[in-house]
């Protein structure tokens, strides 16, 4: 049997469940990749791209990530294992804070100043759901003004810079932005689901996922032991300004199923808005696009 190839995404459990020893316990065989695909996909800028040059984290699975299980918003996920380009791991889903993130002299203080205000989030990515979520209960979609600007850590450069507005941060740069005085205009918290590629066995996925819940047990009784993982994750500019000691836990995987009822509901939601072209994203059921 081959190793079970993971690409962890900025969060602390895969590294927890690594210095305890759960995935030996577990009997897994497996290994990190811990740069991802992702990153070589979106390109950084604060103009308007065209739209053949904007990408995220659909296109990651869309062209194929370098790893056998790895996670994303459910969105994209959902839409994805649809399309056909993985399994969505159906028996546990994740969690993560997030919001949208101004300066501090910033005019905007309520969501509602946000309208027409350019936000600066991940094309197809959490952000970019998450953000039309939010907003969409204090004015219309056409007052929604998004950026592609880039993913993650792009984005928050831009808003470090003083190149951008306002921009969607979740997790650990989320914890930077506020400990640098940023200020969060409205919580955009989404879900995360996993996608399984085709070489990753129902097996493996089991016990890669109850040694992840020893580490979440973990991280519940005391995150503070565990947030310097965060640190290898950030590219050295952020680690300099840094200070892991006072950023909270981030993602938070929980094992409850992610239904069909979820799924199903996912689905409609991202086809009534204009997110994806009508020839992508996929339509495929729930039964042929998880693993229950």
Not at 25 to 48: H, N, T
Not at 49 to 57: F, Q, R, V
Not at 253 to 277: G, M
Request: net charge negative.
């Amino acid at each position: 049997m081959s190793k079970l190839v993971i690409g962890p995404h900025m969060r602390l459990q895969e590294w927890v469940a690594e210095e305890k020893g759960y995935f030996e316990d577990e009997g897994l065989d497996y290994s990190f990749i811990k740069k991802d695909r992702m990153a070589k996909l979106s390109i950084k800028s604060a103009e308007d791209l065209p739209k053949d040059k904007i990408s995220g984290a659909y296109q990651s699975f869309e062209q194929g990530r370098t790893c056998d299980v790895s996670s994303a918003c459910h969105w994209t996920v959902n839409k994805a294992a649809a399309a056909g380009h993985g399994k969505l791991y159906a028996k546990a889903y994740s969690v993560t804070p997030a919001g949208i993130f101004v300066p501090k002299d910033s005019d905007v203080k309520t969501p509602e100043d946000l309208k027409g205000i350019k936000i600066t989030v991940g094309y197809q990515s959490g952000s970019h759901y998450a953000t039309i979520q939010a907003l969409e209960p204090y004015m219309d979609g056409s007052d929604i003004n998004l950026h592609f600007g880039g993913m993650l850590f792009q984005r928050i450069e831009l808003l470090l810079d003083g190149q951008i507005p306002a921009a969607t941060l979740f997790g650990a740069p989320m914890y930077l932005a506020e400990q640098l005085g940023y200020r969060k205009i409205i919580d955009t918290t989404f879900m995360i689901a996993a996608m399984a590629q085709d070489d990753a066995t129902e097996e493996d996925l089991d016990k890669y996922y109850r040694a992840l819940a020893r580490a979440q047990a973990d991280i519940d009784l005391r995150h503070d032991l565990y947030t310097h993982y965060f640190e290898q994750d950030f590219p050295e500019r952020f680690q300099k300004i840094m200070d892991t000691r006072s950023f909270g836990p981030g993602e938070r995987i929980v094992f409850l199923p992610y239904s069909r009822e979820i799924y199903d509901n996912t689905q409609k939601w991202v086809d009534e808005r204009p997110i994806f072209d009508t020839d992508k994203g996929g339509h495929a059921s729930y039964e042929e696009s998880t693993i229950q």
